[in-house]
């Protein structure tokens, strides 16, 4: 993977930087890696700390033919699908190890601001 620009889409995600979101855009080549055949992939990785304190990161796939559009496209769809459960599961068995919260409801609040935290960059951009 390598970092890359791409002007059209970097206008956009500075908009990002005003919600204190950080993104690095990049590109995969088309290759074998790990014995897996993957196809060449073009993402922005965008982090963000949740009120909780998780570093929370994302990827959002883009084409190169529209990258704003599909990347816009790609987010919502993100946005739509980021299941609050899911997110709290994978952090049940790290309760109350390296910062992470013990409360089973502080781990779901922050899951929840954490969706909502998606939907405003969405919104924004």
Known sequence: MEE???????QLL???????????????PEGTYNGWYCNKRNYVELEK???????????????????????LDNLKEYSDDFDVDEHVE??????G?????SSIKD???????????IIELYQYL
Do not use: H
Request: hydrophobic fraction near 35%.
């Open 97 to 101: 190890k390296d910062g992470c919260p």
């Open 4 to 10: 890359i620009r791409n002007e059209e889409l970097e």
């Open 49 to 71: 700390y949740s009120p909780a304190g998780e570093d929370f990161s994302i990827i959002i796939d883009f084409d190169m033919d529209d990258p704003v559009g599909s990347f």
């Open 90 to 95: 994978r952090w049940m068995p790290e309760r």
């Open 14 to 28: 500075e908009n990002a930087e005003g919600l204190d979101w950080s993104y690095t855009i990049y590109q995969e």
């Open 107 to 117: 781990l779901v609040e922050d899951a929840e601001d954490i969706k909502n935290m």
